[in-house]
């Protein structure tokens, strides 16, 4: 909104000017602020002494900020300074002034905020029921992470096992039929262990798929083993003895001088 305002060229106790050009004109400019409230646009003329910025103790929890920030600053501005220095996003934040929460939109020198001035800040209870709730869910999905990299690390012996076992079936050794079923149940174990874990998605679930394929593998080859074991013929080792003649013995004595 802009008023035009006449103002008279002249000093006191002279003629008061009749002709036009003797007129000057001033522009006035008016702007809105916060509340509905009508004020003189502020002049952009270097003459005017620059503003010196507010210091602002922020409470947070058992914490204390100080904060310098432009008095003409909003709260909105506000929350973006403590965004660096809380973590906390601007929509996370709540500020609290003279015991009212303030909207971004409110300007701090509008609100009676000066120097030195305390304000509260307090996260959003929403916002910190679901932070709550993504830690616990970031917990389990590591605590999954690590039995399922438990569960690997007993595979992977357990499949050396049966290496060794193929390895030996494979060259003819026949091996107790006993080591084979013990290798077989606890590999089962392991498998009912991974089939216990449940309400997991991404990387963790393919982590399980993949040690549960694993474990079949092993066990579906070992049943094979088992069958080829049965087949292989054991190794009888007979050793004949060599037999030597008796000394030979002297009934007769002979006597030297």
Known sequence: MINRKLKLNGRKGERMPTAAGDLKEEVIEWEMRP????????????????????????????????????????????????????GLEAGEQRIIWRGKEREN????????????????????????EKRFIQMRKNAKIQ???????????????????????????????????????????????????LDNISSIEGDACSQKNLQGQRVQKCVETLDLLKVANAKVKPIIITTKWETFDPPPTTKSWELFD
């Open 35 to 86: 509340g509905g409230m009508l004020v003189q646009r502020r002049s952009d003329n270097s003459d005017i002494p620059i503003a010196q910025n507010l210091r602002i103790r922020v409470a947070y929890d058992a914490a204390r900020y100080d904060i310098s920030v432009n008095p003409h600053a909003t709260f909105g501005e506000l929350k973006k300074v403590l965004r660096e220095e809380t």
């Open 105 to 128: 939109g409110e300007y701090l020198d509008m609100c009676g905020v000066k120097d030195r001035s305390k304000v509260m800040l307090i996260e959003d209870p929403e916002s910190k």
């Open 143 to 193: 605590a999954t992470y690590r039995f399922i990299n438990d569960v690997s690390i007993h595979i992977d012996k357990l499949a050396q096992q049966k290496c060794a076992i193929e390895k030996s079936i494979g060259n003819g050794k026949k091996v107790a039929e006993l080591q084979i079923t013990t290798l077989i149940e606890m590999l089962m174990r392991q498998a009912v262990k």
